[in-house]
């Protein structure tokens, strides 16, 4: 199993916060959210890195998650942000 923080870190350049870490065992979990409501600058965008994180350690441990990730926003600059994540 990836060891979170440590993926987490490789993935975005930065520690996670404790709300990104306690979504992480969410996930994991198998407790999925319709939707994260934060406030900006608060590191929305690491959702992505968090579930793809989850999806491959839920594999190792039978956790079941959603292939797909539906991210919606409203700002342009946001789309761009969440692009350079992904690639």
Same mark, same amino acid.
């Given at each position: 199993?990836?060891?979170?923080?440590?993926?987490?870190? +490789?993935?975005?350049?930065?520690e996670?916060?404790?709300?990104q870490? !306690?979504?992480? =065992?969410?996930?994991l979990?198998?407790?999925?959210?319709? +939707?994260? *409501?934060?406030?900006t @600058?608060? @590191?929305?965008? +690491?959702?992505?890195?968090i579930?793809l994180?989850?999806?491959v *350690? @839920?594999? =190792?441990n @039978?956790?079941?998650?959603?292939?797909?990730?539906v991210?919606?926003?409203?700002? !342009?600059?946001v789309v761009?942000q +969440?692009?350079d994540?992904?690639l």
């Amino acid at each position: 199993m990836v060891q979170f923080e440590r993926a987490f870190r +490789a993935l975005t350049g930065f520690e996670p916060f404790r709300w990104q870490q !306690r979504l992480y =065992e969410r996930f994991l979990a198998g407790d999925i959210p319709d +939707a994260c *409501n934060l406030p900006t @600058g608060s @590191g929305k965008t +690491a959702v992505i890195p968090i579930w793809l994180i989850a999806l491959v *350690n @839920g594999v =190792e441990n @039978g956790v079941r998650l959603p292939r797909r990730l539906v991210y919606v926003v409203h700002r !342009r600059t946001v789309v761009d942000q +969440a692009t350079d994540v992904v690639l």
